[in-house]
């Protein structure tokens, strides 16, 4: 008999985490937080429901000698899918891509990621990982991250599949369409899919309500980019994400080509050396025992004397260090802060004002909108499809039901019987 309990993530967007048991065998996957709540100790966030109830796995006085065979499986390595990690004290394994742990390694090293001492394994695309009497495979697939993949958990008997994060119109889509051919031919029992989109309005949050796919959007990002640098006077300065490092390469050799490189972070420039070991990275003139061949500093008195050769790149964190420039332009390309719903977004928006700093956004979403998750949902057919990652899922739920699938609205820490 195998059991599926879901211990989190059902009502909210990040934090989705499942249990499947058989015996003495379990896979959890994914192990995320909705919110970062390192003032509090663990009791306390079990009692919240802020960490997932496997208390054995947090708490070393806590006895479990159920499991014989358990490990943790990482779709990728966004905060929403793996700050419960820095609560774990068992030495149970914890996989992720090979891609995913490059990735993890390098932001480390940078300072951009907590180091953790944890049973780090990595797993390849499309190899099967034996857990007592589970497999787990991984399937490379497109999100706004290097190493995303979509998970297939099996018994022997029953096949249960998790999404992961996705979009269909990045760089790699096709990873998405052989996935998806591969769940339908084994005829899922359960298809556990993100609704990011579906809780958001239409034009909320940049979701897409129609489908496009001779569209890449990542692309027009870059586009949009490149369109800013050619008609700003003032020095662009562009807000992007460490951990969307293809992004980062794009937009480095977008304004390269431009002729007006971009100036980084210390930390974001020896990130993207690792990415590109050929390429000379410009980096801000911040104090750094940490600068490599290839890295040339740029001083802000640089910057200022000539803007149009010059693009900036900057972290909300580092928000005051912008007031050394003369005359800036700020483009929002899903760093952080990311919207209204964040207090730091007024904040970023009141520091420009004070500034007279325009604010353009530019990025564009890493999840497939309503429309393309149906579509994924019907290329699939599972047996049921559960809508998780959403404050919405009943709206998720409805509208799939409408195309004629069979939806699943789990209820948190239920266990459910396969058999």
């Known amino acids: 008999m195998t059991y599926v309990r879901f211990l ?6 990040g934090g989705n985490i499942v249990e499947i048991s058989q ?6 996957t994914d192990f995320g937080l909705t919110q970062q709540s390192s003032q509090a100790d663990v009791k306390t966030l079990l009692a919240r429901h802020e960490l997932p109830a496997v208390p054995e796995l947090f708490m070393p006085q806590v006895s479990e000698k159920k499991f014989k065979h358990q490990a ?15 609560y774990l004290t068992s030495d149970l394994p914890v996989y992720m891509s090979r891609a995913t742990y490059e990735l993890y390694q390098q932001l480390v090293k940078v300072g951009l990621a907590t180091p953790l001492k944890l049973n780090f394994q990595v797993f390849d695309p499309g190899v099967s990982v034996k857990v007592g009497s589970l497999t787990v495979t991984g399937f490379a697939s497109d999100h706004d991250i290097v190493g995303i993949s979509s998970l297939l958990i099996s018994d022997g008997q029953h096949y249960f599949a998790h999404s992961g994060d996705l979009r269909l119109f990045g760089d790699h889509y096709a990873n998405v369409q052989k996935w998806e051919n591969k769940f339908n031919s084994l005829n899922l029992d359960l298809f556990l899919l993100e609704g990011t989109s579906f809780s958001f309005s239409a034009g909320e949050n940049g979701q897409l309500e129609e489908l496009h796919p001779e569209i890449n959007r990542e692309v027009e990002c870059g586009r949009r980019f490149m369109t800013a640098l050619q008609s700003l006077t003032g020095i662009p300065v ?9 992004r980062l390469v ?3 050799q977008i304004a390269a080509k431009s002729q ?17 070991p050929n390429e000379t990275i410009f980096v801000q003139s911040e104090p750094s025992s940490n600068q490599r061949a290839g890295i040339q500093v740029i001083t802000w008195k640089q910057i200022n004397a000539a803007p149009e050769k010059y693009t900036v790149q900057n972290s909300f964190t580092n928000l005051k260090r912008l007031t050394k420039l003369n005359d800036f332009s700020y483009l929002h390309a899903d760093g952080g802060p990311l919207g209204d719903y964040d207090p730091d ?5 009141t520091f420009l004002d004070q500034q007279q700093a325009t604010l353009q ?17 019907r290329a699939v057919q599972a047996k049921k499809t559960v809508i998780w990652h959403s404050f919405e899922p009943q709206k998720a739920a409805t509208a799939l039901k409408t195309d004629g699938l069979n939806v699943f609205l789990p209820e948190l820490n239920h266990k459910y019987l396969f058999k």
């Open 8 to 13: 989190g993530g059902l009502k909210t967007i």
């Open 23 to 28: 015996g003495d065998s379990r896979v959890i």
């Open 72 to 86: 943790i499986f990482i779709s990728h390595l966004h905060l929403d899918h793996t700050a419960a990690l820095e």
């Open 238 to 246: 562009v807000n992007l994400y460490p951990r969307n490092v293809e």
């Open 250 to 252: 794009r937009f480095q």
């Open 260 to 276: 007006r490189p971009i100036v980084w972070e210390s930390a974001f420039a020896q990130l993207l050396k690792h990415y590109l």
């Open 345 to 349: 977004y007024q904040r970023l928006k």
């Open 361 to 377: 956004r530019i990025g564009t979403s890493g999840h497939a909108a309503k429309l393309e998750l149906i579509q994924v949902a």
